[in-house]
């Protein structure tokens, strides 16, 4: 895709300045979390949740388990959010192990508890190292998962995008040909899986381009602050790990807050030089924390309103 008049002077502006230097704000943000286990993980969130809400955040969307595992848990945060707090909450559901019927049956409890979001994915096989198989009466793919949501009601739907091409595509023209599939079958945007480098998704998004897709690709951003975590979860996904990030990282284990701010660097930098290249719209992968992604908002120019209007005046 080739810059804008605007966009070369938004990069040049980048590069000339401080890098967070009166950025206008003018961006969207969404923020993942995944389901609670326990009482306390459960007060975690609530507090991210209450914490992030400020930021008028587009939607929060919550995670669900291989095989349906967290299905009622998921079910609850989600229904919990819309209920309490306002904000558009979106619910993750996948294909896998479960029939047509019972994952219908799933979209339309969302529907009657008031949630019109889904983040539609095939889901990763319950047992880690094996591969994915559809349920013999279940939705094929996530194309398929899309088009039968479509049938059950009006959801508005997100689907799965993959600047590294997903561990089970045989290459990066078939990924691409399969996220149109999935567009085409109705969705309205795709979001990324996390990456570290801001080429990565503009390559991504110049093929998708190429390919004639014409929806919203949402990047979504990691905010790392366990790296040891960070290469177990990427090594799952087909995600490279720049070496300079085990460079920054290393001797930081006992030292939480230093690994914060190491954290939140990295992920803003990559957040603003994706910024100059014209993107609106992050979708914080949050991990129930609420710290990194709010101070990496701050540093975009994102403030809670009140704020934001008293800046303005």
């Known amino acids: 895709m080739t810059p804008t008049l605007a966009q070369m002077n938004e990069a040049a502006r980048a590069v000339s300045t401080p890098l967070f230097a009166d950025v206008p704000g003018d ?18 969130l609530w507090q991210s949740v209450e914490a ?17 595992s ?17 904000i558009p909450a979106a619910a993750h559901l996948t294909c896998v192990d479960a029939s047509r019927g019972e994952i219908d049956e799933v979209a339309r409890a969302y529907w ?6 889904i983040v539609a994915l095939r889901g990763d096989p319950p047992r ?30 997100s689907v799965g995008a993959y600047p590294e091409p997903h561990p089970d595509a045989t290459s990066e023209t078939a990924d691409i040909d399969h ?8 969705a309205q945007r795709g979001i990324t899986q996390f990456f570290f480098e801001p080429d990565t998704f503009f390559r991504f998004r110049d093929a998708a381009a190429a390919r004639g897709i014409t929806a919203e690709l949402v990047p979504g951003i990691l905010p790392v602050s366990n790296f040891a975590q960070l290469k177990k979860m990427a090594a799952g996904c087909n995600t490279a790990v720049p070496a300079w990030m085990g460079r920054l990282f290393e001797g930081l284990d006992d030292k939480p807050a230093a690994r914060q701010l190491v954290a939140a660097t990295v992920a803003a930098e990559l957040c603003r030089r994706l910024y100059a290249g014209g993107v609106r719209h992050f979708h914080f992968y949050t991990l129930n924390r609420a710290e990194l992604a709010y101070a990496i908002c701050h540093m975009l120019g994102v ?3 009140a704020t934001a209007q008293e800046l303005a005046a």
Not at 52 to 68: E, H, K, M, N, Q
Not at 128 to 137: I, N, Q, R, Y
């Open 27 to 44: 961006i969207a943000v969404s923020f993942e979390f995944f389901p609670p286990k326990t009482e306390a993980m459960e007060a975690t």
């Open 52 to 68: 992030l809400r400020p930021l008028d955040p587009r939607f929060v969307s919550v995670t669900y388990g291989a095989g349906g």
């Open 70 to 86: 967290t299905r009622e848990r998921t079910h609850n945060t989600v229904a919990r959010i819309v209920r309490e707090t306002g």
């Open 112 to 117: 009657d508890a008031g949630v019109r979001h």
């Open 128 to 157: 880690a190292g094996e591969k994915f198989v559809a349920h013999p009466d279940g939705y094929a793919s996530a194309a398929d998962l899309v088009a039968g949501l479509k049938r059950v009601a009006d959801f508005e739907l």
């Open 179 to 186: 996220l149109a599939r999935k567009l085409d079958a109705g």
């Open 303 to 305: 403030r809670p309103a």
